[in-house]
């Protein structure tokens, strides 16, 4: 870790104050309402992310660092996570029953903690200080993008969008754009190297850097789009055992799925999807959010051609990329389309190739320790490592990702289930 | 049913008026996050409440006898409760997800029918029509009751209540009184008649008057107290299976019951029990309330000295009493104690008799059809009788309780477990 | 009690000698594997009824009356069934999974503690004594008929049953019968008395005998068909939510609810009944079987005529009997018709009236003590009362009945969604 | 593939009787009622696997190959796994409720099944379908393993083995030894080639053979035994969160985890272990079995000595191996100790190096396809792919094992959870 670095405090409190003022930005229009209520047990309340992104700056920086109490100790117990070496907390579930202290009241604290910060940043903090506050602002960039997620996942249960409500004029009468050309990436394969080193900022899971052996392979320039998933329906997806993974179809009975999470057949296979901003029909230019890793694994055997009478938009031998190859694809090439910062909070059709922005990318690799992943001392080394089990990485970023949150080496996870995110896929060969 | 007439409308308008009025001051002090959040499946969101209650109006009254449409005929699907006549509904446990329309709509939607309600009061309405809002009136101040205990049940699940911050000084140092004398009212039983007959307003299911023949027995003159709850659990009443029915034993062994809902250990035995206005210890004269039908049983067969080294307070044979027996004896003696319109929500300590205040008190009754019941045509005979299956039946009144509310012939009904309502118990032998 | 009398233990040994026997006759043709399963929480293996009726003979007669020990002290944990006061017991749900001692070793054992038995009875006990072995032997009679609904859930399983075998030639090709002629009893109310009293054996459960005021009604004289079930069937009677108690009705969605328990539709509407000796079509002459509590409720308020449209067999006002009622009408017929003696197992067609065989008759009463009713001391004291809680009482017997085991007074329950029994309905008005 | 070769058919022959011979010979001792009950959804009754490794060969060999019909069609519906291809069938978690056909019906069938089996090979069947009983030889070996874990679950359930009855003299009383010496196998690491090619028979999930870079490495010699995992239980192993996996601590609370499954305490921690020849002691030179692979993970971190205060046997750095690691290392061991055909059926105490045999090791490689990975065409392809989702894979064998069975390439897999294998766990660092 680098010394005490005045230009460096400047800069981490320039950078600080923006990712702060944003958290709340991203709740303009909403109501206490809105942001007390949790939808579901993986769902948080929007207040309890403004809450949480500010607890941990108390618990982890201006506690230690700068020996000053916390505003009120009974917080911790409610806005604390899941790091069990700082003690007892509420159970996830339970978010949504904690009405009291109110949103105004966060919010006043959040004022007073950011002050702190600024001042504390001022005094001249120690290196270690400085790179606790770093991950509190990536920590706290995540929580935007889960702010933004739950919100509408919350926002969707509400049966006058769905049921009761038209669309807005004018949001479905788009002429439906064709799909955008699909071109793959080829790589000779050998012995490469992938994972985080060097100076600029990482989650620990994302290194060592290490070698990984590839064979030779090929990964697709964009996502696949609601043009190919639409066809993907149209051809039985949802209704062909052998196209999926045994939990996978277990996940599709249990559940009905039919189609992407937020999708709904207006009559006879006419779409809407849910976004933050209305119903629209599916643009099969944009590309496929909201979908499991089962669903996106079965969509890659169906494209690949294993299915009888596939009208599969790539060819033979198609298949979810592995998150090494992923990696070293993506190094070379410059993020690229929607970001959290467009406000639009949806995936943009496209035109060409895409890398990191509009969805997430599902891979085929489980979440697990990189060779010589070692977890960091204390309640922070809790952050990723212990969730190395029953999980699915994600590669790139999405229209909910803020800009500067996207690097190659990030690692995303997910289980093989969730569809809350705006989860979609890259097909490699 | 009497035809029209114009002093009833006017005395009905006040009587509205003055329901419709309470049903929001009694929201005084909340946040519109207090009041849209669900804290289970069993209670209902504040907001849902005043909702609820104005839908009944719109649906039952102003729309088949006024003509008038509905304000917006969306809201129906989301603030009916369970009437299928009248359409589609919401799912009960899914009503803390509607975050909109939002507290002050409702409440803006609330003062419009209200409006509405008077001015066709005005008009001369028939008399079908004003039965319809007398059962209005009583359907509201039934809500009432209900938006107290579930918002009790809500705050309660903040764990800043009972976890980490202490009651506010004073609440805990009151000198405890003693056990309140208990009396005894004999009745020697033979042909009586019970339920409702004449002109005064009942519900469906409180008629029709009916004969029923009593063995003789006596009944307590007040209800069962904390003092004598407490003896029960000193005396291992929650950790003997023979005073228990086997459903109930079941319930404390899956709930974990060792007291009453809402009290908690502080710390070898010293209780503390929540209330509306903070913790407290509890007062031996106060009648003990969140108690199931399976709790009041075990302690009615506690009293009656069955186990073995019973200190009981009340002599061999107690048992609850049937609803015809407590009908009986409280059908002559006048209402008294404690009821919502005191403001404090929280049973009072007793010095002598009492009767319909402080507690509801289960009875040994199943809820089910008088010999002669029919449900009422279309929708509002939807109001009692499809509940009558699996519910035991409570009678009197609760310091949660609109005074105007009791009388002899209601007929109150809940599961055997449920806890969250005021309800205790009184003996009979 | 009376005081020891030898007349009375030659004849309880003879009744003794006659129940044990046909325990195990009733087995005959199953292999051991069918004895040892357990199909549902709800039902028991047959080797645990052949070895639980043994451990309560040795257990409430042999041990304290005749001072022997248990011929394996363990086996008194895996078979008793739920007295507290006995001492722990192997959970319910996992009796299917004793596999050891086998079905052999119970048989050794049965024939064992029946030697010891007959022994004891020569030996001049004391009358205390001899009221154990009577309420043995009904406590036996009672389990043969659980032996064999429990015996039909379980075959029922076997999806070679139900899915691939076609029921054996000339079982579907009878000319069905017509309905049979329907009478009514009527009585003019007033006060009758109900209950047992009187030197002969009853369960504690049926006194103490008391009086009971009853209004003026009038009781069919057979239990409804599958004639007429097949006509509510067909006027939409599982389709029509306003002929449910609203648990019945949730349980019809949650169950998938279309017809009585083991009719299974061949296609079109043309159902088949799965019977102890095969699948069969229903007879319009029978007695419907294996419908709840809910499915008969409903039946009688659409044979009433409240459902528009409706084709009532009965007319309009038609509802269950409360227990008294029947009662009071069933004290002065005798039984008819079929009794398990007959190894038929199903209820035969009927050609008039009918009383106490074919099917169980749901009642309108819950399953509640009588007035005065005190439980027996010690672990016999189980037998009945714990369970006055969420269940309903059925009259009369069935076709699974031991033909001596049925009286007027006797009181059968089970929970109202229970469909595994012989339980019909029979009307009132 | 190939072509057809008599030597080929005669030796499989030999193979084919002798295996199916085997499964028989595992069942001495069984009652019918042993056979036919299933302990919980994972497992299979004994009947079960009796049946369906039968059910295999009559239809892809016997079927197809033979042109033979099946012995009766409706069995194939009970006795099909999870081959979708093949047909639909019964669920799972019901295959105990199959108490017809009984033992003896499907022993008939098996050997009509082996005398047509035996026929075919003598009638020079071409290379396919000798490949085919390629491997069903190797389907039913592995299913000989799961009948005796299944058993061994099945009789476990038993309350007479755990609670009443002492396991017999001599049983408990032998020294136990020390433990034995633990060397590791240095690796520098590297480009390395695993998985399967070649002429022997192998599953599809083992191949294709691939290239994988490891840096250094170092393995056990043998695997982590009681002796060690007391030490890890005295050291507070199942008490402290940091040590778990976030779903391995989850696991730990719900399921209440102190030990392996099949330890109790008899008290003060004098542990006993069940085995299928009965209760004993743990012995610290025998390896630990029946433990998931979250206790596994939590095992190898507590003894790399994070913990602080840790008596680890191991020091620094230790993890549970890749399975790249583990087959690069054993794949130069010669398989030795405890299988199958020793009758044990329990791990034997170590005295130095074991690979192979005692336990399955645990490894910290998720179970994914290989580079290159495609499944067979038709319903065998279903045998292996579709569960590539959720689980982890385990290396070795075990004393359930047929010693032919084992490989350097094989891959076994089971949910991180699961615990009634033969499963244990060796180091690597």
């Known amino acids: 870790m680098p010394d005490a670095c005045p230009?460096?405090?400047?800069?981490?409190?320039?950078?600080?104050?923006?990712?702060?003022?944003?958290?709340?930005?991203l709740t303009d229009g909403l109501s206490a309402e809105d942001m007390v209520v949790q939808s579901m047990p993986d769902a948080s309340p929007v207040k309890w992310h403004l809450a949480h992104t500010t607890w941990f700056f108390e618990t982890f920086v201006l506690g230690p660092h700068a020996g000053q109490p916390p505003h009120d100790p009974a917080w911790a117990y409610l806005f604390n996570s899941y790091y069990v070496a700082a003690g007892d907390r509420h159970p996830r579930p339970r978010r949504g029953l904690v009405t009291r202290p109110g949103v105004a009241e966060v919010l006043d604290w959040r004022a007073q903690v950011d002050r702190r910060l600024a001042a504390f940043l001022e005094s001249g903090p120690a290196a270690e200080a400085l790179d606790l506050i770093d991950l509190g602002i990536a920590h706290e960039q995540q929580h935007q993008e889960l702010l933004l997620t739950d919100l509408k996942h919350l926002l969707a249960q509400n049966p006058l969008r769905y049921l009761l409500r038209p669309a807005g004029p004018g949001t479905d009468d788009r002429v439906p754009g064709g799909l955008p050309p699909l071109g793959w990436v080829e790589h000779p394969g050998g012995l490469v190297e992938v994972g985080h080193a060097g100076p600029g900022f990482a989650y620990d899971n994302e290194g060592p850097r290490h070698r990984v052996w590839l064979e030779p392979f090929a990964l697709a320039d964009r996502p696949v789009t609601c043009g190919e998933w639409l066809a993907f329906m149209a051809d039985g997806g949802y209704a062909t055992p052998s196209l999926w993974l045994s939990d996978g179809w277990a996940a599709v009975q249990a559940e009905g799925w039919r189609a992407p999470l937020y999708w709904r057949d207006a009559g006879d296979g006419d779409w809407r999807v849910f976004t933050l901003s209305g119903e629209r029909r599916p643009d099969p230019a944009e590309p496929v959010a909201h979908v499991s890793q089962y669903e996106a694994d079965a969509f890659a055997r169906w494209a690949a051609g294993v299915h009888a009478g596939s009208s599969s938009p790539a060819g033979l031998g198609t298949r979810l990329p592995t998150e090494a190859e992923?990696?070293?694809?993506?190094?070379?090439?410059?993020p690229s389309g929607t970001f959290a910062d467009a406000g639009r909070y949806h995936p943009a059709p496209l035109s060409g190739p895409s890398w990191y922005g509009e969805v997430w990318d599902w891979t085929a690799s489980a979440y697990l320790p990189y060779p010589g992943f070692r977890t960091a001392a204390g309640a922070v080394g809790e952050y990723n490592g212990k969730f190395m089990s029953g999980q699915m990485v994600l590669r790139g970023g999405s229209c909910a990702t803020p800009t500067g949150h996207v690097r190659p080496t990030y690692r995303n996870?997910?289980?093989?289930?969730a569809r809350w995110q705006f989860s979609g896929l890259r097909l490699a060969r």
Chains 1, 2, 3, 4 share one sequence.
Do not use: Y
Request: charged fraction near 20%; charge should be positive.
């Open 7 to 25: 230009d460096r405090a400047a800069l981490l409190a320039a950078r600080l104050a923006a990712t702060r003022a944003r958290s709340v930005t």
């Open 326 to 334: 992923w990696e070293t694809v993506a190094a070379l090439r410059a």
């Open 413 to 417: 996870f997910f289980p093989p289930a």
